[in-house]
């Protein structure tokens, strides 16, 4: 039976990637001064320079969650074109959006009845998140079926690691996206906190290094602490408009550990009103998150 993959604006894929896929993106919305903006509009480049400067200026930048109508703008046209769906979720844990797809596609299912609709909460995030949607196309394209991929993404999602660091963490304790951090580290002069997405889905604090060199290094060494057949994954590197500490990140990982293949983008306006500017974090296949 025919069907498509559908995943939300947090998982940070490229257009090239959402377009090489062929997945279907819900678009979460952001807003600024009062102005609603779209997180991702298909063939509609997003303004990251207007955002980032916005966020530099500590100007608050709010977000929403993803709505019954901008769901069902997305499913109703693949399930009246006679596919099926399967919708891969941003984490329960930093987002109640997952909850919110969960109800439309129960709405859906009533309207629909003939058609199988699967929604995975990946808890994951951003290219954490964008990382499973590659590997569900990837089973997709060698024939798996839609509860075949979903059972794998339930099994495999807690191996799939996020590793970052901040510039501070201003922005995720104003947006309340932080859990268990007694500590607050961003606002000591050049300490960099370390977090990662847990098996819960929340964002957890790990540690601390001093300035953004070891920060990075940090994340390199991670990738040894943790990846499984690491030369043979493919590598997902987000940023908080820093690309320069992308590509450097991106070229340091691939002369250690021989990965063929790196991937980076932007976080995009709704994770980044929380993450803030100078956030980078690398995505792989793990042991354990």
């Not at 559908?6 to 819900?26: F, H, M, P, R, W």
Request: hydrophobic fraction near 40%; include cysteine; charge should be negative.
């Amino acid at each position: 039976m025919s069907f498509k993959i559908v995943t939300d604006s947090c998982a940070n894929l490229t257009d090239k990637q959402i377009e090489e896929y062929g997945v279907e993106i819900i678009s979460l919305n952001y807003y600024i001064r009062g102005k609603e903006y779209v997180s991702y509009e298909k063939n509609v480049p997003t303004n990251y320079e207007e955002t980032y400067t916005l966020l530099r200026e500590k100007e608050q930048i709010t977000t929403s969650l993803v709505t019954n109508e901008q769901c069902t703008n997305v499913l109703r046209p693949i399930l009246e074109a006679g596919e099926d769906v399967l919708v891969l979720a941003f984490s329960s844990g930093l987002s109640g959006s997952y909850q919110n797809i969960v109800n439309t596609v129960e709405d859906l299912k009533e309207e629909f009845p003939e058609r199988k609709m699967v929604v995975v909460d990946t808890l994951a995030a951003s290219l954490g998140q964008g990382l499973i949607v590659h590997y569900a196309v990837k089973l997709k394209n060698e024939g798996k079926s839609i509860d075949e991929i979903a059972e794998w993404v339930e099994n495999n999602k807690l191996s799939i690691c996020h590793i970052f660091t901040l510039s501070d963490l201003f922005f995720l304790k104003r947006g309340g996206r932080l859990s268990g951090a007694s500590a607050v580290f961003g606002s000591i002069l050049n300490i960099k906190p370390m977090l990662h997405c847990a098996n819960d889905g929340k964002l957890y604090v790990t540690g601390k290094e001093r300035g953004r060199k070891a920060s990075m290094n940090a994340l390199v060494e991670s990738i040894a602490e943790k990846a499984i057949d690491i030369e043979n994954q493919i590598v997902f590197i987000v940023h908080g408009d820093c690309e320069e500490d992308a590509i450097s990140l991106s070229n340091e990982i691939k002369n250690r550990y021989g990965v063929k293949e790196v991937v980076y983008n932007y976080i995009d306006p709704v994770i980044a009103a929380h993450a803030g500017p100078g956030t980078l974090a690398v995505f792989f296949i793990g042991k354990e998150r």
